[in-house]
């Protein structure tokens, strides 16, 4: 592949769009070629067409044997083929069979993709590299070219491939993206901490790109849409508009700033560390100076406990602990001694984390992690029997943000994801601060004056301070209806 290309439309509640793939075969037979990818945050690939020298060919969604026993007679009988097969884990296999030597062929992917929503603003993500992930039935190996390679167990990934991994940046295909970005106010800053920008503004859009070509796909983008000035985040954002199904479709984003704030009350909180080997140097720096900042905007009303875990859990101590100046100075003695090592069994910290928190009085756990791990659909069916929200922080240049906000959104928590070029520390306070306690609780939400409304998917029962309220539903036609919230804060139904 010579050219990866991102371009599309960004919202406040989400995106649409078109990856470009430029294949050109520089050898003297005919080949296949596999690109692997992961899908970014609340993603779904929609459809892709193909083009070549005097042919355009669309995708037919089909059944994964049939769509597969269809590609590969297609390859049998010397045709061009394409295949996009979705993984777990949000991993798809894009293939492209009988390459010919010299003639260009273009693959366009479409995808809608989520954005982690704030009040006054929002990020979005997109995965231009595959992180090398732990799980505990892969298989490893290095090639004679110095190459890491990976194999997942057959009987969960069936027959997806992975990327090899390499250390070095030569041969990588050239990246870039054009993204047209809705403002969601009048003065508006958009800014990247992964990528340098080129930046204009048009009306109530920005038009956003590379500002150096020939970058390489070495880590994410990571783009940054934020309202000027102290008094954005305060009028809900409506987005409406008819589907193919005939149905009118919406969305509504009710910043948390709606619902007043939220008491300060004392916190029973257990910080959960991912010291696995994915996290050496950097990561685990940055990890320790998060949890360092969350521990010290403690008080000595609050109960706490640590968890570090690889392919193995270690614990401060077997019980939650009064936030005083002893006990915090234990847990930094405790921190200096952590390093990083070992598998990331992350539902195993999460267990351990879980086990803490004493019965009957309300807590949460805070985790810590890059997230580099296979075989989520597990992890995620662990931590929802928990019952516990699990706040999650995720760090690293290769995204598992998606897997990071599905955990965070089915245990009722808040994720955010930050690159090793930001402040950790800062970003570890903001989040922390925000969920010391929800601005609103057992959220209800009720639609009147549309024929046939349907909320869909419910919306969070928690609301937290900067992060908004999600709703998105439908309903048999237009016009003009009434979306009424109940929620609790202390006291009764609001």
């Known amino acids: 592949m010579q050219q990866l290309f991102l371009t599309g439309r960004l919202f406040t509640a989400g995106g649409r769009l078109i990856v470009r793939h430029s294949f050109v075969v520089s050898g003297k037979q005919p080949v296949e070629a596999v690109y692997p990818f992961q899908l970014p945050r609340d993603a779904a690939l929609r459809r892709f067409r193909i083009e070549g020298p005097g042919f355009s060919a669309r995708s037919e969604l089909r059944p ?27 991993l798809v296999n894009l293939s492209v069979g009988n390459l010919r030597p010299g003639e260009p062929v273009t693959v366009w992917l479409e995808i809608l993709a989520g954005v982690e929503a704030r009040d006054t603003g929002f990020r979005f993500r997109f995965p231009f590299t595959v992180a090398p992930s732990y799980h505990p039935r892969a298989r490893t190996a290095m090639t004679a070219e110095g190459a890491g390679q ?22 990588l ?22 990528h340098p920008l080129s930046v204009r503004f048009r009306g109530g859009e920005a038009e956003v790109g590379l500002a150096r070509a020939g970058d390489v796909p ?56 991912d010291r696995s080997g994915s996290m050496s140097g950097e990561p685990i720096r940055q990890a320790k100076s998060a949890l360092l900042a969350c521990l010290g905007a403690l008080s000595e009303n609050d109960r706490f406990g640590l968890v570090a875990f690889d392919n193995q859990v270690e614990v401060l101590d077997t019980l939650l602990r009064p936030a005083t100046l002893f006990w915090r100075d234990r847990a930094r003695a405790w921190l200096e001694s952590i390093g990083a090592r070992g598998g990331t069994e992350l539902a195993s910290g999460v267990e351990a984390g879980s086990r803490l928190l004493e019965q009957g009085r309300p807590g949460d756990l805070f985790l810590i992690t890059d997230g580099q791990v296979w075989g989520t659909d597990e992890i995620l069916g662990a931590a929802g029997r928990e019952g516990v929200a699990i706040h999650t922080l995720g760090l690293g240049a290769a995204s598992q ?34 969920v010391a306690a929800p601005v609103a609780r057992e959220v209800e939400v009720g639609l009147t004056g549309l024929d046939d409304a349907v909320i869909e998917p419910s919306p969070g029962p928690r609301v937290f301070a900067g ?23 202390d006291g009764p139904a609001v």
């Open 401 to 434: 943000d998606r897997f990071l906000a599905l955990l965070a959104r089915r245990t009722g928590g808040v994720s955010r994801f930050v690159s090793l070029r930001e402040r950790t520390d800062s970003a570890a306070l903001e989040l922390f601060g925000a």
């Open 150 to 171: 990976m194999e997942l167990p057959e009987e969960e990934f069936g027959d997806a491939l992975l990327p090899e991994w390499r250390t070095d940046m030569a041969g």
């Open 64 to 90: 994964a044997a049939e769509a597969a026993e269809t590609y590969e007679t297609g390859l049998a009988r010397g045709h061009l083929a394409a295949l996009a097969a979705a993984y777990r884990d949000g």
């Open 467 to 489: 992060s908004p309220l999600a709703v998105f539903g439908s309903a048999a036609g237009g016009g003009e209806a009434t979306l009424q919230l109940s929620f609790r804060q």
């Open 173 to 194: 295909h050239e990246i870039g993206f054009a993204l047209h970005v809705h403002l969601p106010g009048a003065e508006c800053e958009v800014a990247s901490p992964s």
């Open 218 to 273: 070495n880590r994410d983008l990571v783009l940054d849409v934020r309202l000027a000035g102290d008094d954005g985040g305060k009028a809900p954002a409506v987005f409406s508009g008819r589907g193919t199904d005939g149905r009118t479709h919406f969305c509504l984003l009710a910043p948390s700033k709606l619902f007043g704030e939220a008491p300060r009350r004392a916190r029973q909180v257990v910080f959960v560390l």
